[in-house]
């Protein structure tokens, strides 16, 4: 079972500014990537599957970016609501699914 | 829309079974998606718990598979989680969801979470 693990741990970021969040896999998971945003006592909401597939109802301003290893997600002009906690998962071997550890975005 | 929700004890004594049930609404479990159990210990991250398909396929978290099951009601439309032998660091909210096989298994409807305490 491959881990997942993000960077960095806590991003501090200005509202309408560019957010890079990192996701390496220590194993090849091809496109088989998914990110989630959590808000406190929230569940997690899909983002982004395939990598960079945007789910349903999910605004152009997220993107998602990357194969194999190492994994992007892109939050292009920050809004209010957009701080919260960021999670990727790997589903290549869907049978075993791992989460990385998240990175919070915060107000800067 | 496809709804999710947990329901089930919200304090368990240590070495007992938790037990949690995840009624779904709007779409039927006996179709192709698989149905999990996702659990978060309070302040921490997200570890999947197991995965059920209503064909009686489960997949299990390999740290928790001793002590774990997950079963589908068809006729309830829903499905259950059972950890037995549970210590405090069973403590989390647990999350049911929908995974969006076979498109893939990420998680594409997410229960709103239900606090589950061990403690005696």
């Known amino acids: 079972e491959g881990v997942m693990t993000q960077s960095p741990a806590t991003l501090s970021v200005s509202p309408g500014e560019r957010a890079t969040l990192s996701c390496r896999a220590t194993?090849?998971?091809?496109?088989?990537l998914a990110w989630y945003q959590q808000k406190p006592g929230q569940a997690p909401r899909l983002l982004i599957y395939?990598?960079?597939t945007r789910a349903t109802g999910i605004p152009a301003r997220f993107s998602g970016s990357g194969s194999g290893t190492e994994f992007t997600l892109t939050i292009s002009g920050l809004q209010s609501e957009d701080f919260a906690v960021y999670y990727c998962?790997?589903?290549?071997?869907?049978?075993?699914?791992?989460f990385g550890g998240g990175t919070k975005v915060e107000i800067k | 829309q496809v709804q999710l929700q947990e329901s089930g004890p919200g304090l368990v004594k240590p070495s007992e079974t938790l037990s949690l049930t995840c009624a779904v609404s709007?779409?039927?479990?006996?179709?192709?998606?698989?149905w999990g159990w996702i659990r978060q210990p309070p302040g921490k991250g997200l570890e999947w718990v197991g995965s059920?398909?209503?064909?009686?396929?489960?997949y299990f978290n390999p740290s928790l598979k001793s002590r774990v099951t997950i079963s589908m009601d068809t006729s309830q439309n829903q499905f259950a989680l059972n950890l037995i032998s549970v210590t405090a660091a069973d403590t989390a909210v647990y999350y049911c969801?929908?995974?969006?096989?076979?498109?893939?298994?990420?998680?594409?409807?997410w229960g709103q979470g239900t606090l589950v305490t061990v403690s005696s």
């Open positions: 969801a929908r995974l969006s096989v076979p498109a893939g298994a990420f998680l594409d409807y």
């Open positions: 709007a779409y039927s479990i006996s179709s192709d998606y698989y």
């Open positions: 059920a398909h209503h064909s009686g396929n489960t």
């Open positions: 194993q090849n998971v091809g496109s088989n």
């Open positions: 395939g990598a960079s």
């Open positions: 998962q790997q589903y290549n071997n869907w049978l075993t699914l791992t």
